[in-house]
């Protein structure tokens, strides 16, 4: 029963008197509205190949290939040999029907299927593959997106990467649902390498930071965040990283990254706690997990208090310290469920315990869609998960005696699906917008 309940005459609000109308309106709000994703691998169609879509693509996940190597004894060096249709015809003959497809990854795959009207007993994968080669991409991307409730979403942009600058240089008009994240991890993570591929760019760096260095390190980073317009710039750390060390990163950051986020006005996003190449054989499917310092994030955010900071962790126990750390930043903003934590059993913990002790302030999830598919299943699995937290969090108002409007909970829902990201992000300002006009 719902209580509708007239104030000063003048409007009439629908307060939820109880459990059952509460629980069927939150997940009614969470289902229908649309979410910024905010940290994703995919590209707009304008950038050709790079768009990856379809059944192989979604079944050679590098998710999925960790996974069927416990299952089968081919050696990964056999593996990389098989066209991607062999991969993708193995991993399907050992995950789906040999095996039961019970993890996160492999149930992904079944609930893209049915959300597309595919039947997820088919097991012949022939038969699946036509319904794929039939898509149109523009129509697809717009429909894949309706499916998954985005609205937008944030790619992940390497100007190291000569594949996709050769893209970015013909100055496309992407479709205007997709925006740059502008990557820094080969500037960050290996300089040295990084320095003589900006030599070979035309920029004049050398190895050691100095002045000369730093003033082209910032031209290079210019050149790029005029081409991209990135939402934000972003790095991926490994589980040792330390910003108390006097390390080329931590010079780089200090020196080139930091002051750009102040001038443009970029949030910077730090991604901790990745082990690259655990398992080097496994190649994208090698890297692992360590647990971070959360205190080098701390310094960073009390040291450049008019940076936007955005930040998750790989490590689930991480993840409770980044909710106490943000109590003491307000220029932090804790992000998503981050690859081996986007899972139901540890998307439940961290989001009810970010609700406890962040309220709203906070952005639930990405998906790191690497596949345009992918969108569908890491939407629904984690909208399904994100609606039950919030319940049970409205529930406890109620029994008190506090009544939830709905009103209430489409703000609420809408802050964390988009409001949080957009108040964080500015419109490109300052210099670009100068170099724009100029
Ligand atoms: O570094 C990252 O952005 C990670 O998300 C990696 O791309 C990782 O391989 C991944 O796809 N995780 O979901
Ligand atoms: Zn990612």
């Known amino acids: 029963m719902i209580k509708n309940i007239t104030e000063n005459g003048n409007y009439k609000t629908v307060h939820l008197a109880d459990q059952t109308a509460l629980r069927q309106i939150v997940e009614e709000v969470v ?25 192989d693509e979604i079944l050679t996940y590098h998710y999925l290939v960790a996974e069927m190597f416990r299952y089968t004894d081919i050696k990964p060096e056999k593996f990389w040999q098989l066209t991607k249709e062999q991969r993708a015809e193995l991993i399907w003959k050992t995950l789906f029907v040999e095996n039961t497809p019970l993890s996160e990854a492999s149930i992904g795959v079944l609930t893209i299927l049915k959300e597309l009207g595919i039947d997820p007993n088919t097991t012949d994968l022939k038969e699946i593959r036509q319904f794929f080669k039939a898509q149109n991409i523009t129509e697809y991307v717009s429909r894949i997106f309706e499916i998954s409730g985005v609205s937008e979403v944030i790619m ?86 330390s910003y108390f060390a006097n390390d080329t990163r931590n010079q780089l950051i200090q020196k080139v990254v930091l002051p750009i986020a102040e001038e443009y006005e970029l949030p910077f996003a730090l991604m901790i706690g990745v082990r690259r190449s655990v398992n080097p054989a496994l190649r994208v499917a090698g890297d692992g997990v360590g647990r971070a310092d959360v205190k080098s994030l701390e310094k960073l955010c009390a040291e450049s208090p008019d940076v936007s900071f955005l930040a998750t962790f790989l490590s689930r126990e991480n993840q409770h310290e980044l909710c106490v750390s943000a109590r003491k930043f307000s220029n932090l903003m804790p992000f998503g469920c981050w690859w081996f934590l986007n899972n139901p059993s540890i998307i439940s913990e961290i989001t009810r315990e970010r609700i406890e002790l962040l309220g709203t302030s906070f952005i639930p999830q990405h998906s790191d869609a690497r596949v345009l598919e992918q969108l569908i299943y890491k939407w629904k699995h984690s909208r399904k998960i994100i609606a039950e937290s919030l319940f049970e969090n409205y529930e406890k108002l109620l029994k008190i005696g506090r009544f939830v409007s709905r009103k209430e909970i489409e703000r609420d829902v809408k802050r964390m699906f988009s409001g949080n990201f957009q108040n964080w992000i500015k419109p490109l300002t300052k210099k670009a917008a100068v170099e724009n006009n100029g």
């Open 31 to 55: 289902n229908q509205t649309p979410v910024i994703d905010i940290h994703t691998h995919l590209y707009a169609p304008e950038f050709g190949k790079l768009n990856l879509f379809g059944i």
């Open 156 to 241: 992940t942009n390497d100007p190291f990467d000569a594949e996709e600058t050769e893209i970015w240089e013909r100055n496309l008009a992407l479709n205007k649902n997709f925006h740059a994240a502008l990557r820094m991890d080969r500037m960050l993570n290996n300089w040295k390498t990084a320095s003589v591929e900006m030599k070979q760019a035309g920029f004049a760096v050398e190895e050691k930071l100095n002045d000369k260095t730093i003033r082209e390190t910032r031209r290079f980073l210019d050149k790029w965040i005029n081409k991209m317009k990135p939402l934000y710039m972003a790095v991926s750390l490994p589980d040792d990283f």
